[in-house]
């Protein structure tokens, strides 16, 4: 089905809710709006997403075919791609805006200088060294490169982000499979751990604090079960190489910090562009700060659009007409 009105309101307040109605109307609705628009570009790209009824359900990606499909289409237009090669200064002008960037390709043990009239900070988020999955080699440069050229960071306050993971293979940090869990203590006492069916975010933290904590996806229906098995695969991979049935046996849990990469904290957006306090420097993704999008809230918090037939909605630019 094409985007309604009615499809757009649900989503936007929902989003301004697990906000705790501390974002900011006018940003979930752009993200929103950028959201409808680009995934069907995505698709012609070469992405494949899964199909009900002839029709693409744009609801998760798988992350490395995503990315595969991303870095293909860069090339094809021309984009040089230095792989390898992190960044380790910003390059400032004399008018003290971002003129490119310095750092060394590690392969070939040698400097680069790369001079732009812009530069945007995608660095993500930074949990290092918490063992978190792809973050004990994200030290967060991105950040202090931002801060030493001029740019503030905001809501770091809101950085102190834990995430569920198996403790038997504490790195995985996806917490949608949990949201079908059974909670019980270590002789097997139900822990409860949900607010008017929703997982409460205040459960896990507190259980912990008194003793072991088990879960059992047992919630989980079967047409659930085909969903989050191929939108969160690799949330599953634990249990296959140990194997465990997820859905049948009890596993110990723990929380693993995940700094920035859900928590809301990174460099200060002062415009509709994403641009910092420094002429010519942006800043995206787990990079930026996200406080206008999530409150105070994770903005990983998952929402669903839905399924929707976007080519019809492709070309324009205008919210969906409420008439």
């Given at each position: 089905?094409?985007?309604?009105?009615?499809?757009?309101n649900k989503?936007?307040?929902?989003?301004?809710?697990l906000?705790?109605?501390?974002?900011?109307?006018?940003?979930i609705?752009?993200?929103i709006e950028?959201t409808?628009?680009?995934?069907?570009l995505?698709?012609?790209w070469?992405?494949?997403?899964p199909?009900e009824?002839?029709?693409?359900v744009r609801?998760s990606y798988?992350?490395p075919e995503?990315?595969?499909?991303l870095?293909?289409?860069?090339l094809?237009?021309?984009?040089?791609?230095?792989?390898q090669?992190?960044?380790l200064?910003l390059?400032?002008?004399?008018?003290?805006?971002?003129?490119?960037?310095?750092?060394?390709?590690?392969?070939?043990?040698r400097?680069?200088?790369?001079?732009a009239?812009a530069v945007?900070?995608?660095?993500?988020?930074c949990?290092?060294?918490?063992?978190?999955?792809g973050?004990?080699?994200?030290?967060?440069?991105g950040?202090l490169m931002?801060?030493?050229?001029?740019?503030e960071?905001?809501?770091?306050?809101?950085s102190?982000?834990y995430?569920?993971?198996?403790?038997?293979?504490?790195?995985?940090?996806?917490?949608?499979?949990?949201?079908w869990?059974?909670?019980t203590?270590e002789?097997?006492n139900?822990?409860?751990?949900?607010?008017n069916g929703?997982?409460d975010?205040?459960?896990l933290?507190n259980?912990?604090?008194?003793?072991?904590v088990?879960?059992?996806?047992?919630r989980a229906t079967?047409?659930?079960?085909a969903?989050?098995?191929?939108?969160?695969?690799?949330?599953f991979?634990?249990?296959?190489?140990?194997?465990?049935?997820p859905?049948?046996e009890?596993?110990?849990?723990?929380?693993?910090?995940?700094g920035?990469?859900?928590?809301?904290?990174g460099?200060?957006i002062?415009?509709d562009?994403?641009?910092?306090k420094?002429?010519?420097l942006?800043?995206?993704?787990?990079a930026?700060?996200?406080e206008?999008?999530s409150?105070?809230?994770s903005p990983?918090?998952t929402i669903?659009v839905?399924s929707y037939n976007f080519?019809?909605y492709r070309?324009?630019?205008?919210?969906?007409?409420s008439?």
């Amino acid at each position: 089905m094409a985007p309604s009105p009615e499809n757009w309101n649900k989503v936007s307040s929902e989003r301004y809710r697990l906000g705790k109605n501390l974002a900011n109307s006018r940003w979930i609705e752009r993200v929103i709006e950028k959201t409808w628009l680009s995934l069907p570009l995505v698709e012609n790209w070469g992405y494949r997403f899964p199909k009900e009824n002839g029709e693409s359900v744009r609801q998760s990606y798988y992350g490395p075919e995503y990315m595969r499909v991303l870095r293909k289409n860069l090339l094809r237009v021309g984009v040089q791609i230095l792989d390898q090669s992190p960044a380790l200064e910003l390059l400032l002008a004399n008018d003290g805006s971002v003129a490119g960037a310095r750092g060394v390709q590690r392969q070939n043990h040698r400097t680069y200088v790369v001079r732009a009239s812009a530069v945007v900070l995608a660095n993500g988020g930074c949990a290092f060294l918490s063992k978190a999955l792809g973050c004990n080699t994200n030290t967060g440069d991105g950040l202090l490169m931002a801060v030493e050229a001029g740019a503030e960071l905001s809501s770091m306050e809101a950085s102190n982000h834990y995430a569920i993971s198996t403790a038997f293979n504490a790195t995985v940090t996806r917490g949608v499979p949990f949201g079908w869990a059974s909670y019980t203590d270590e002789a097997g006492n139900d822990l409860g751990g949900y607010i008017n069916g929703r997982r409460d975010p205040s459960f896990l933290p507190n259980a912990l604090l008194k003793g072991a904590v088990y879960a059992r996806l047992d919630r989980a229906t079967p047409e659930v079960k085909a969903v989050i098995e191929k939108s969160h695969f690799i949330a599953f991979l634990p249990y296959k190489k140990a194997g465990i049935d997820p859905y049948a046996e009890r596993v110990p849990v723990t929380l693993i910090l995940e700094g920035t990469v859900r928590g809301t904290g990174g460099i200060r957006i002062i415009n509709d562009s994403c641009g910092t306090k420094v002429p010519g420097l942006y800043a995206a993704g787990d990079a930026a700060s996200r406080e206008f999008l999530s409150g105070l809230a994770s903005p990983c918090a998952t929402i669903r659009v839905g399924s929707y037939n976007f080519e019809s909605y492709r070309t324009s630019l205008q919210r969906p007409n409420s008439k």
